[in-house]
Nanobody, 128 residues
Framework: QVHLVESGGDSVQAGGSLRLSCAAS????????MGWFRQAPGKEREGVAA????????FYGDSVKGRFTISRDNAQNTMYLQMTSLKPEDTAMYYC?????????????????????WGQGTQVTVSS
């Protein structure tokens, strides 16, 4: 089991920045990918960014490319999402996710189906 706890959500003005953190605990040795997802009211959950824990390869959703940066600190079992140039449409609950419970034949790091473990979420609100 892997336990994930997000932090860093807040209310900011458009154009502002935030850094989200996701602390992982438990059996993290089999984690290959971690990702950030978000869900706005009335909308489906969307893959925002993901990272390979071994190689550091990153993946981004089209709506955040060039504005968000995902990173990880393997020693601290922590993942980050640096968000800049925030827009009102970035307003959502942001969730951290990790895989590792199942062996997958192919990896799709920005899809929900990749992940086995989810955090409770942290709210980001961007006002215009």
């Amino acid at each position: 089991q892997v336990h994930l706890v997000e932090s860093g959500g807040d209310s900011v003005q458009a154009g502002g920045s935030l850094r989200l953190s996701c602390a992982a605990s438990g059996y993290t040795y089999s984690t290959k990918f971690m990702g950030w997802f978000r869900q706005a009211p009335g909308k489906e959950r969307e893959g925002v960014a993901a990272i390979s824990m071994r190689f550091g390869t990153t993946f981004y959703g089209d709506s955040v490319k060039g504005r968000f940066t995902i990173s990880r600190d393997n020693a601290q079992n922590t993942m980050y999402l640096q968000m800049t140039s925030l827009k009102p449409e970035d307003t959502a609950m942001y969730y951290c996710a990790a895989d590792g419970r199942r062996t997958l034949s192919a990896n799709f790091p920005l899809r929900e189906s990749q992940y086995d473990y989810w955090g409770q979420g942290t709210q980001v609100t961007v006002s215009s």
